[in-house]
């Protein structure tokens, strides 16, 4: 079935410091991709999406390109901040396969940013 | 525009006991759907509804069950709690056509089976 794995965490970087979360998938179909960020105590957060292959995401200085020959979709920052902090999802959805609100996350990596 | 609100926040149960949470998306969303989040087992889907009907579902067993009324907020139950029903519980409601879509997540509900 559909799966998504991510990098192992936490990842530890220096404020300023470039940030790059590895995220690969499988699927049958043609999903959609998104990074989700999740601040401690609450829920989670649509940092970024890609529709098709190509496309890239980007948000609040994010990016991710959806790589179909890679089946990669990682995520990038040039200058991290402390407030970037947080647990990072990346996940895909394959709706047109009749997959209907479904995510399939991957589990998640800890971003620690040190000022 | 108010996101979803997921309600209450916080329960504590016992283990046996059922509860009931509450997911209101955002208006004019008709898809919700719901995923438990642990620390062993990360986030899992659910299930989905759709226009009060249950569209597609995850691999739980039937003590998690879930309903969604004419006005799309939804309700997921869990009957005879264990402990490892403890974690977050999340509701997203769903967006978009055709091949632009997404979700947006409330804050949760945060289930401690004692």
């Known amino acids: 079935g559909d799966s998504v794995t991510q990098m192992e965490g936490p990842v530890t970087l220096s404020e300023e410091a470039f940030l790059t979360i590895n995220c690969t998938y499988t699927?049958?179909?043609?999903?959609?991709l998104f990074w989700y960020v999740q601040y401690p105590g609450e829920g989670l957060q649509l940092l970024l999406k890609?529709?098709?292959?190509?496309d890239k995401g980007s948000n609040k200085g994010f990016e991710a390109t959806y790589r179909k020959e890679t089946t990669s979709f990682h995520l990038e920052k040039g200058s991290v901040q402390v407030s970037d902090s947080a647990v990072y999802f990346c996940?895909?959805?394959?709706?047109?396969?009749?997959?209907?609100?479904?995510?399939?996350f991957g589990q998640g990596t800890t971003l620690q940013v040190k000022p | 525009k108010a996101g979803v609100t997921q309600t209450p926040r916080y329960l504590i149960k016992t283990r046996g006991q059922q509860v009931t949470l509450s997911c209101s998306p955002i208006?004019?969303?008709?898809?919700v759907s719901w995923y438990q989040q642990t620390p062993g087992q990360g986030l899992q889907f659910l299930f989905e509804?759709?226009?009060?009907?249950q569209r597609n579902k995850g691999n739980f067993p039937g003590r998690f069950s879930g309903r969604q009324f004419s006005n799309s907020r939804s309700e997921m139950n869990v009957s005879t709690l264990e402990l490892g029903d403890s974690a977050l519980y999340l509701c997203?409601?769903?967006w978009g056509t055709g091949q632009d879509y997404g979700y947006t997540f409330g804050s949760g509900t945060r289930l401690t089976v004692v």
């Open positions: 208006s004019g969303h008709r898809s």
């Open positions: 509804y759709f226009s009060e009907t």
């Open positions: 890609a529709t098709k292959a190509d």
């Open positions: 996940a895909l959805s394959d709706y047109g396969s009749g997959n209907t609100g479904k995510l399939i």
């Open positions: 699927a049958t179909g043609y999903p959609s």
């Open positions: 997203a409601s769903s």
